[in-house]
């Protein structure tokens, strides 16, 4: 099994330029989750799915969609980039209230 | 609102030395705490949770409800214990919408 997957590993972005980022898990997991992890703040949940069809805002959503596309997929798209969105982004999936599982990241820089 | 404060961003002890990560939160209700850890060049792991009552890689952590801490203790401290350590809350059933502290970076010294 390949866990969680994402991809791009790394990006970099003009601001105003849109991408999305992909992640996919293999293990059948319910709730799938984005965050972002900026220096001195630690992981802040930008959007998460608790199960397939369903999305919600975590603590920092602006700026970013998301698209749970199936119960692998869980898309984060930034539609204008901004330099405060440069930024390393986890994925990471879950049954529910148990052990979350990450993706390696992806290192986002936006100029 | 749910808080999660580690005060140290950084750590350092010697090899067989004890260590201390202190977490301190701030929620109304019972929340489930957790401690993360990256290892260098890998992904983030859970390492253990309050509720499974275990020691992982000889690390326990005890919840204190009256002083609102999820400390993580060693009692010999190893180099490859040398890593960035996260305790994070979650208070919300079915999906776990989990809140982190700011993380400690420990480094063992030989």
């Known amino acids: 099994n390949a866990g969680v997957t994402q991809t791009p590993k790394f990006q970099v972005l003009k601001t105003g330029q849109s991408m999305t980022l992909q992640c996919a898990q293999d293990m059948n997991h319910n709730s799938m989750y984005w965050y972002r992890q900026d220096p001195g703040m630690g992981l802040r949940l930008i959007y998460y799915?608790?199960?397939?069809?369903?999305?919600d805002k975590g603590e920092v959503p602006n700026g970013y969609n998301v698209s749970r596309l199936n119960k692998r997929e869980f898309s984060l798209r930034l539609e204008s980039a901004a330099p405060s969105q440069t930024s390393v982004y986890f994925c990471?999936?879950?049954?529910?209230?148990?052990?979350?599982?990450f993706g390696p990241g992806t290192r986002l820089t936006v100029l | 609102a749910q808080r999660v404060t580690q005060p140290e961003k950084l750590l350092s002890v010697f090899k067989g030395a004890p260590v201390e990560l202190k977490c301190n939160y701030s929620y109304s209700g019972s929340p489930e705490l957790f401690w993360y850890v990256q290892y260098s060049r890998q992904r983030l792991q859970l390492l253990l949770r309050h509720i499974s009552r275990e020691s992982i890689k000889g690390f326990t952590a005890d919840l204190n409800k009256g002083e609102t801490s999820f400390h993580l203790k060693k009692p010999f401290a190893q180099e490859e214990d040398s890593a960035m350590y996260y305790c994070?809350?979650?208070?919300?059933?079915?999906?776990?919408?989990?809140?982190f502290g700011q993380g400690t970076r420990l480094t063992i010294n030989p």
């Open positions: 799915s608790a199960s397939e069809g369903t999305t």
């Open positions: 990471a999936s879950g049954r529910g209230s148990d052990t979350q599982y």
């Open positions: 994070a809350l979650s208070g919300l059933q079915g999906a776990q919408k989990l809140v």
